[in-house]
């Protein structure tokens, strides 16, 4: 994502409030944004597909 808006303000250079660093508080929203979807995501949905998996082959007690 970083490497996008990156790329679209030398492009277009729309972006000048946003980024003054690294470390903006712009970026740390989508942090911690994608950080809670992520595990949100991964805990909802891939782990009790994997353990159904698991179970079917006959790898979990």
Same mark, same amino acid.
């Given at each position: 994502?970083?490497?996008?808006?990156?790329?679209?303000?030398? @492009?277009?250079?729309?972006?000048?409030?946003?980024?003054?660093?690294?470390?903006?508080?712009?970026?740390?929203?989508?942090?911690?944004?994608?950080?809670?979807?992520?595990?949100?995501?991964?805990?909802?949905?891939?782990?009790?597909?994997?353990?159904?998996?698991?179970? @079917?082959?006959?790898?979990?007690?």
């Amino acid at each position: 994502m970083f490497v996008i808006v990156l790329i679209f303000n030398y @492009k277009n250079n729309i972006f000048k409030l946003y980024l003054p660093s690294f470390y903006s508080p712009f970026f740390v929203e989508f942090r911690l944004l994608g950080g809670l979807l992520t595990s949100t995501f991964l805990n909802g949905f891939i782990i009790p597909i994997m353990y159904v998996y698991m179970n @079917k082959k006959g790898n979990i007690n």
